[in-house]
């Protein structure tokens, strides 16, 4: 059982440290909601300025789902936005902050 905990432990360090380094699939290409600047989430397809604007506005964020949860997103806008970013800091915990993020 020890060995297993072991296993899952140093799993969960290998893929933070990759996802850190960007080493994992899309990693690089996604934006972190309470941190991106405006004009990256503009880019982003089906996004409208006024929902970038409400976005930045409305930081920080606790979960993805926030956005169309507090109305600041259409449910069109949400799918492509949910697939193209991730919450980090500040609204991230710390013990969070070690693992990689789940997509």
Not at 3 to 10: K, N, Q, Y
Not at 88 to 97: L, Q, S, V
């Amino acid at each position: 059982m020890r060995r297993a905990a072991s296993i899952v432990v140093l799993g969960a360090v290998v893929a933070s440290a990759a996802w850190g380094c960007g080493l994992l699939a899309g990693t690089r290409q996604s934006l972190d909601l309470n941190a991106a600047p405006a004009g990256e989430l503009a880019a982003i397809a089906g996004v409208t300025p006024a929902d970038v604007a409400r976005i930045v506005a409305n930081r920080p964020y606790w979960a993805k789902r926030d956005v169309l949860d507090r109305g600041i997103v259409s449910p069109a806008g949400y799918r492509q936005l949910a697939s193209a970013t991730y919450i980090g800091p500040p609204a991230m915990p710390d013990y969070a902050r070690w693992v990689a993020p789940i997509p």
